[in-house]
């Protein structure tokens, strides 16, 4: 196999990668789980739409204004399911599922 077919096969992110290095998505999430704003302790956060606690496995950075950058002026600490919700939509706003 050639190198151009290894290459064709990768799987492209939607509208490119701009999340930067490994090593930088690690700080980002370190700096997000350390921040008061959102009760972090180093170690977990809330996640800033529904409060789930998240940590380094489970937080993702979503984007306040979506398609903008990933530096900390434009970026919150959120679970996976509201990050998937929310999608690009700047107005989602998170609803807490109905009592039984």
């Given amino acids: 196999m050639n190198c151009a077919a290894t290459t064709a096969s990768k799987r ?9 290095s490994a090593a930088s998505r690690r700080a980002r999430k ?15 956060c809330d996640c800033v739409h529904c409060g789930r606690r ?3 496995l489970t937080v993702e950075a979503d984007r306040i204004v979506p398609g903008g950058s990933y530096g ?3 970026v919150q600490p959120s679970c996976k399911p509201c990050n998937q919700a929310r999608s690009d ?3 989602w706003t998170y609803a807490a599922p ?3």
């Fill in 12 to 20: 492209q992110r939607p509208g490119g990668d701009h999340r930067g």
């Fill in 30 to 44: 370190h700096w997000m789980l350390s921040q008061e704003r959102w009760n972090g302790d180093g170690v977990e």
């Fill in 54 to 56: 998240v940590n380094f």
């Fill in 72 to 74: 900390r002026h434009n």
């Fill in 89 to 91: 939509n700047p107005n």
């Fill in 98 to 100: 109905a009592a039984a």
